[in-house]
């Protein structure tokens, strides 16, 4: 964790254990910190899993083998490193995803493919298969620990911990759902972002989980970014231990399958939007809703184009009301716009209308609503009914620094 905290940080909730998983931290010595830095979850025989991984196509081994292991749809164990990638390591990589998923199977009895693996931090550098081991194995004789040190542990650039909950009423009964998530920058996701775990005590069956978890991925973890840049080790798991007694949820029909699928969609927006306001060297929370366009994909180009345009980005961190940067970044999407169709507000304050600048406006409120926290940008394409809306954060000197330094 980083020593000086975003402005935008939010205090660490109290979370709840669930049922059937115990968290604990080790120091492996990954890095010269001085703090833990791998994390050994183990989850109840009968847990199920989904996820949503990279699309990068320079995935680490720790990617590929959690893909291959979502197919099987069980899971004992999550050990997350951080501090080292393993990406872009070769055999090497895939060797020490290997040697970690034995030594956790032997710790538990179970299998290999039961164990699923995340690492973050430098790419290229190979996991140390010595330190990942004695990592494991000090985890492993540790007393469990609180949510708060699981998701400090798992940190790289992040300035604060991040984690949250929620709940739903499933077949008569209360389950809770959980999340830790890790991220800070190279946030620009096909499918997630960064490492997040979520962990709940409904029962689930492996096909729904992963059902769910695609459709709140869509509109979460899919719809924020920081810099435009698709990490090697994206991952969002999560994990349903089944300890709350509930009839497993098979499908869409199941008594209340719409219930939990809410809660994992609250609980993933919760977490996304963690991600961006700790974004490196960010100092406001932008949200970008577009409407109007021709469809719902046309809309959630447009608005991340406008979202990862460096040039908007700078000009709301110095909250610069200069909005012909968003005409700008709606035009290069490449999606059917019409320029004198085209409205754009910022807060509450229409600034351009049909293709020109609201007759008589005024900048003022404008000025006044760049200098909160949180900073709306709104884009109406007056083309149909497709809309999105997406979040991220400005662009300052402190992301040059944090990324200038980030190996020495």
């Given at each position: 964790?980083?020593?000086?905290?975003?402005?935008?940080?939010?205090?660490?909730?109290?979370?709840?254990?669930?049922?059937?998983?115990?968290?604990?931290?080790?120091?492996?010595?990954?890095?010269?910190?001085?703090?833990?830095?791998?994390?050994?979850?183990?989850?109840?025989?009968?847990?199920?899993?989904?996820?949503?991984?990279?699309?990068?196509?320079?995935?680490?081994?720790?990617?590929?083998?959690?893909?291959?292991?979502?197919?099987?749809g069980a899971a004992r164990a999550l050990v997350?490193?951080?501090?080292?990638?393993?990406?872009?390591?070769?055999?090497?990589g895939r060797t020490a995803v290997e040697a970690?998923?034995?030594?956790?199977?032997?710790?538990?009895?179970?299998?290999?493919?039961?164990?699923?693996?995340?690492?973050?931090?430098?790419?290229?550098?190979?996991?140390?298969?010595?330190?990942?081991?004695?990592?494991?194995?000090?985890?492993?004789?540790?007393?469990?620990?609180?949510?708060?040190?699981?998701?400090?542990?798992?940190?790289?650039?992040?300035?604060?911990?991040?984690?949250?909950?929620?709940?739903?009423?499933?077949?008569?009964?209360?389950?809770?759902?959980?999340?830790?998530?890790?991220?800070?920058?190279?946030?620009?996701?096909?499918?997630?972002?960064?490492?997040?775990?979520?962990?709940?005590?409904?029962?689930?069956?492996?096909?729904?989980?992963?059902?769910?978890?695609?459709?709140?991925?869509?509109?979460?973890?899919?719809?924020?970014?920081?810099?435009?840049?698709?990490?090697?080790?994206?991952?969002?798991?999560?994990?349903?231990?089944?300890?709350?007694?509930?009839?497993?949820?098979?499908?869409?029909?199941?008594?209340?399958?719409?219930?939990?699928?809410?809660?994992?969609?609250?609980?993933?927006?919760?977490?996304?939007?963690?991600?961006?306001?700790?974004?490196?060297?960010?100092?406001?929370?932008?949200?970008?809703?577009?409407?109007?366009?021709?469809?719902?994909?046309?809309?959630?180009?447009?608005?991340?184009?406008?979202?990862?345009?460096?040039?908007?980005?700078?000009?709301?961190?110095?909250?610069?009301?200069?909005?012909?940067?968003?005409?700008?970044?709606?035009?290069?999407?490449?999606?059917?716009?019409?320029?004198?169709?085209?409205?754009?507000?910022?807060?509450?304050?229409?600034?351009?209308?049909?293709?020109?600048?609201?007759?008589?406006?005024?900048?003022?409120?404008?000025?006044?609503?760049?200098?909160?926290?949180?900073?709306?940008?709104?884009?109406?394409?007056?083309?149909?009914?497709?809309?999105?809306?997406?979040?991220?954060?400005?662009?300052?000197?402190?992301?040059?620094?944090?990324?200038?330094?980030?190996?020495?």
């Open positions: 964790m980083s020593s000086s905290i975003s402005p935008l940080a939010t205090p660490f909730p109290a979370l709840p254990a669930i049922p059937g998983v115990v968290p604990h931290v080790a120091r492996a010595h990954y890095k010269t910190w001085d703090r833990c830095d791998l994390t050994f979850v183990t989850l109840a025989e009968g847990t199920t899993v989904a996820g949503v991984l990279t699309q990068s196509r320079c995935p680490s081994p720790e990617v590929e083998w959690c893909r291959k292991a979502l197919t099987l997350v490193n951080a501090g080292n990638s393993n990406a872009f390591t070769g055999h090497r970690i998923a034995a030594r956790t199977a032997q710790h538990l009895s179970c299998q290999p493919s039961d164990v699923f693996v995340a690492s973050t931090g430098v790419i290229g550098v190979p996991l140390p298969i010595d330190k990942a081991e004695a990592g494991l194995d000090a985890a492993y004789a540790a007393s469990p620990c609180d949510w708060q040190a699981a998701a400090e542990t798992i940190g790289t650039t992040d300035t604060y911990p991040k984690g949250a909950t929620t709940s739903a009423i499933v077949d008569g009964r209360t389950v809770t759902l959980v999340g830790i998530i890790k991220g800070s920058g190279m946030i620009a996701p096909d499918m997630a972002t960064m490492l997040g775990f979520v962990f709940t005590d409904a029962a689930v069956e492996p096909g729904f989980l992963q059902a769910a978890m695609n459709a709140a991925n869509r509109n979460t973890f899919s719809c924020i970014t920081v810099d435009g840049d698709t990490s090697t080790s994206d991952t969002v798991l999560a994990f349903a231990t089944g300890a709350a007694g509930n009839a497993p949820l098979t499908g869409p029909d199941s008594d209340g399958a719409d219930a939990f699928a809410a809660a994992l969609a609250d609980l993933c927006g919760q977490l996304a939007l963690l991600v961006v306001r700790d974004g490196e060297g960010a100092t406001k929370l932008i949200e970008i809703a577009v409407t109007g366009a021709e469809s719902d994909r046309s809309a959630h180009r447009i608005a991340m184009s406008i979202a990862n345009s460096p040039l908007v980005k700078t000009a709301i961190a110095g909250e610069d009301a200069n909005w012909g940067r968003v005409v700008m970044a709606v035009g290069k999407a490449g999606e059917p716009a019409e320029r004198d169709r085209l409205s754009i507000r910022f807060g509450e304050t229409q600034v351009a209308r049909d293709g020109l600048a609201v007759e008589g406006y005024d900048e003022a409120p404008v000025a006044a609503h760049l200098k909160g926290q949180e900073v709306e940008i709104g884009v109406d394409l007056g083309l149909g009914d497709g809309e999105a809306t997406v979040w991220t954060c400005d662009l300052t000197h402190g992301y040059i620094s944090i990324n200038a330094d980030y190996r020495s």
